[in-house]
């Protein structure tokens, strides 16, 4: 309906609008950079979609301080503070220490056997020195299911569950992704 009720322009207004688009198409050259225009061949050698780079883990001296660096890491323990209370058992490179938390607490690591754990992981001496040179946690990932699901002489983790999954994950472990991996990777 408005198309009916606008006014035609005349001749010279024609002609000053033809001018002033000239205009800002000029300007809009002359400060647009001049975009060259790549052959096909060109465009899909450089298509490419570069990998994200994911953040490196420090080096730590022993798989004791490297579990500790990841549950309180931002991303690979991500989501920790919300679980209730969790106890892991670990024994690797020949000694035993247990990761857990209490209720609205803090995550620790103690020396020596635990009672009621929800979980025992054990990690061979030859597997806990691959998992130390893990650079990020997705190479860290990949090496412990490596040998996880297929147990070499000398190099193994083996999982015990001691508690049932569904309790388990009612408690958060299945949001956190260390956590996940750990316990996660035993179902």
């Not at 002609?15 to 002359?30: G, L, M, S």
């Not at 503070?81 to 035993?96: H, Q, S, W």
């Not at 650079?135 to 049932?164: D, L, Q, W």
């Amino acid at each position: 309906m408005s198309r009916f009720f606008r006014r035609k322009k005349s001749g010279e207004e024609k002609q000053e609008t033809i001018d002033d688009t000239e205009k800002d198409e000029v300007q809009a050259e002359e400060t647009e950079p001049s975009i060259e225009r790549a052959t096909e061949s060109e465009v899909t050698a450089t298509e490419e979609v570069p990998v994200g780079r994911e953040s490196t883990i420090p080096y730590h001296a022993s798989i004791q301080d490297r579990l500790m660096y990841m549950f309180n890491d931002s991303r690979m323990g991500a989501g920790i503070e919300g679980t209730d209370e969790f106890y892991i058992e670990f024994m690797a490179m020949g000694e035993r220490f247990w990761i857990g938390k209490v209720p609205l607490g803090q995550v620790t690591i103690k020396a020596g056997a635990m009672t009621d754990q929800d979980a025992h992981v054990r990690i061979s001496n030859d597997v806990a020195t691959e998992l130390l040179s893990a650079a990020n946690f997705t190479e860290f990932s990949k090496t412990f299911m490596h040998y996880y699901k297929s147990a070499e002489a000398g190099k193994f983790v083996k999982i015990e569950v001691r508690k049932p999954i569904t309790d388990l994950n009612r408690r958060g472990y299945a949001r956190v992704p260390i956590m996940k991996l750990l316990i996660g990777s035993a179902r």
